[in-house]
């Protein structure tokens, strides 16, 4: 093989690698990436946790309505006591509205 045909096949390679990566990347873009929270309290550490030294982290999948509203939660881990926190306080999350629904996985991190 000549060196223009070595040349040739490498930038072939790299052309199809960058368009790998491009659509890699699309694939894996959250829906939640394009749904902006408007507003997002932070769950209570619970009292009886804390004082206990209770750490640990809570994990939802959540369904955002095309209002904005969280519609469905599913816990996905955690403890109970700091779940329940979780799930009083997602009732007050608020996203920008859209078109469709979008499911997304949160994570909250509780520690003294």
Do not use: C
């Amino acid at each position: 093989m000549s060196v223009s045909g070595f040349g040739r096949i490498t930038k072939i390679a790299a052309r199809a690698v960058m368009v790998a990566w491009l659509l890699l990347s699309t694939v894996n873009a959250s829906p939640q990436d394009a749904r902006k929270v408007l507003f997002n309290p932070t769950p209570v550490y619970p009292e009886v946790a804390k004082s206990i030294g209770l750490k640990g982290i809570v994990k939802v999948q959540v369904v955002i309505g095309t209002d904005g509203t969280i519609k469905d939660t599913k816990v996905i881990g955690g403890h109970p006591m700091l779940v329940e926190s979780v799930k009083d306080v997602l009732k007050r999350w608020k996203y920008a509205p859209s078109t469709s629904e979008t499911v997304t996985i949160l994570e909250f991190v509780f520690h003294p």
